[in-house]
């Protein structure tokens, strides 16, 4: 069962193109609730980190400039969607985000994501909540170690508006200004594949610089 999934997960982010397209005609109008539902549900659950944002933000932004979608409409959502999302994590967070964590520990959420998170938040303050938007999985868990740091809801209110928008027009934005040429059309997976690398390298850096910092600890405990 858990490979099935895992096959047509990988399908559905290689094909991303082919399936959101079957959605548009099955469902119609009906997409734009179930695209608003997935960068809610990546945001604002941290049990569900796994969802697509970027790559389907560029597929979405690409049928949009074909004239399947309205980006007007896709915009104002999607911000919306981005914004509440990251609010409702944050919320979660302050109220319970401990005892989420030692309840669910290892089963629905991992601690090492949290505490990535939190290095994250520890080296860019309340600009991560800004940051964290580009990264997959750190952006599902910032909201929540916000919250459970105690920031100010004010000040993360801020940073939550100016991320959520920021995020979402970049890749919207790019998938409907250079998801019309045809090679990008002709090449879709190669462009999601290329557009999920990019997304990681910030993830890869942090783990880097973490493993650097902890070796030359342990170097200096040595000596």
């Known amino acids: 069962m858990i490979v099935n999934f895992l096959r047509w997960f990988i399908d559905f982010f290689l094909h991303l193109d082919k399936h959101l397209g079957a959605i548009i005609q099955q469902y119609g109008t009906g997409t734009y609730a179930l695209l608003f539902a997935i960068i809610f549900c990546e945001t604002g659950l941290v049990v569900t980190p796994f969802l697509p944002g970027d790559s389907l933000l560029f597929a979405a932004g690409t049928f949009a400039a074909m004239g399947a979608l309205n980006i007007v409409w896709l915009a104002i959502l999607l911000f919306a969607a981005a914004i509440l999302g990251d609010s409702l994590n944050y919320w979660i967070g302050r109220r319970g985000g401990e005892l989420i964590i030692q ?104 783990v880097w610089q973490a493993r650097k910092e902890k070796d030359g600890g342990d170097t200096t405990g040595r000596s």
């Open 103 to 206: 309840k669910y520990d290892g089963k629905l959420i991992r601690r090492a994501h949290v505490e990535r998170a939190h290095r994250f938040y520890e080296k860019h303050g309340a600009k991560m909540i800004v940051l964290a938007r580009f990264v997959p999985i750190v952006r599902t868990f910032a909201p929540f170690v916000a919250g459970i740091a105690k920031m100010s809801y004010g000040t993360f209110i801020y940073y939550n508006i100016i991320g959520g928008i920021a995020w979402i027009s970049v890749f919207l934005f790019s998938g409907y200004f250079f998801g019309r040429i045809q090679i990008v059309q002709q090449n879709f997976s190669l462009v999601v594949l290329a557009i999920i690398g990019v997304s990681l390298l910030p993830m890869v850096y942090e």
